[in-house]
């Protein structure tokens, strides 16, 4: 079946470092990518979606884009704040509206 | 706003018993999905249904059963619970052609 990769399981920066979050995926077809977003005590929030190949999802500073060629969907942001910090999911929609999850990566910010 | 609502937030049950996870949304919303959270796993799908007396199987279905009685309703049950279910679950829904999930805020179960 489908998956998708996260190997980093935590990240620690400082503020105003440069994010990088490696994701890649494992499919027969062009999905839905997505990356997802949980703070501390809820449910994970949709940050970002790329529905198109070689296309670039941006939302609130964060930028993904979706290479078909290497499967990767890594998510960066140029500048991140003690706010960003949460656990970050790679997301991929295999079909018929069924979801897989990456392991999820952990940012912490030190301010 | 969408909303999805869970209850209960905690329950603490022992090997062997019945439990019952209620999920509701009023986002009238297609899709319901029943996760489980655990770490170095991220989320993992238990069951989903796409309205109301369907259900598909996810990914870790073992020892699940699950019931959606309305559109805004999905149910998950644990009829012979185990240490092993110990977990968070999360309950989402979507709509087709917008492919965002929203999710409650999540049930922790623990299994003695």
């Known amino acids: 079946g489908d998956s998708v990769t996260q190997m980093q399981g935590q990240v620690t920066l400082s503020e105003d470092d440069f994010l990088f979050i490696n994701c890649t995926y494992s499919?027969?077809?062009?999905?839905?990518l997505f990356w997802y977003v949980q703070y501390p005590g809820e449910g994970p929030q949709l940050l970002l979606k790329?529905?198109?190949?070689?296309n670039k999802g941006i939302s609130r500073g964060f930028e993904a884009t979706y290479d078909k060629g290497t499967t990767s969907f890594h998510l960066q942001k140029a500048s991140v704040q003690e706010s960003d910090s949460a656990v970050y999911y790679c997301?991929?929609?295999?079909?018929?509206?069924?979801?897989?999850f990456g392991a999820g990566t952990r940012l912490k910010v030190i301010a | 706003e969408a909303a999805v609502t869970q209850s209960p937030r905690n329950k603490v049950t022992v090997t062997g018993g019945n439990v019952t996870l209620s999920c509701r949304q009023t986002?009238?919303?297609?899709?319901m999905y029943w996760y489980r959270q655990d770490t170095g796993h991220g989320l993992r799908l238990i069951h989903y249904?796409?309205?109301?007396?369907?259900?598909q199987i996810g990914d870790v279905p073992d020892g699940y059963k699950a019931t959606r009685t309305t559109q805004e309703d999905f149910f998950l049950l644990l009829e012979l619970a185990s240490p092993s279910q110990t977990s968070l679950y999360f309950c989402?829904?979507?709509?087709?052609?917008?492919?965002?999930?929203?999710f409650g805020p999540g049930t922790r179960l623990t299994v003695l």
């Open positions: 989402a829904s979507s709509d087709a052609y917008v492919y965002e999930q929203y």
């Open positions: 499919t027969t077809w062009y999905p839905t």
């Open positions: 790329v529905t198109t190949a070689n």
């Open positions: 997301v991929l929609e295999e079909g018929n509206y069924k979801y897989v």
């Open positions: 986002n009238s919303h297609n899709y």
């Open positions: 249904s796409y309205g109301a007396g369907n259900l």
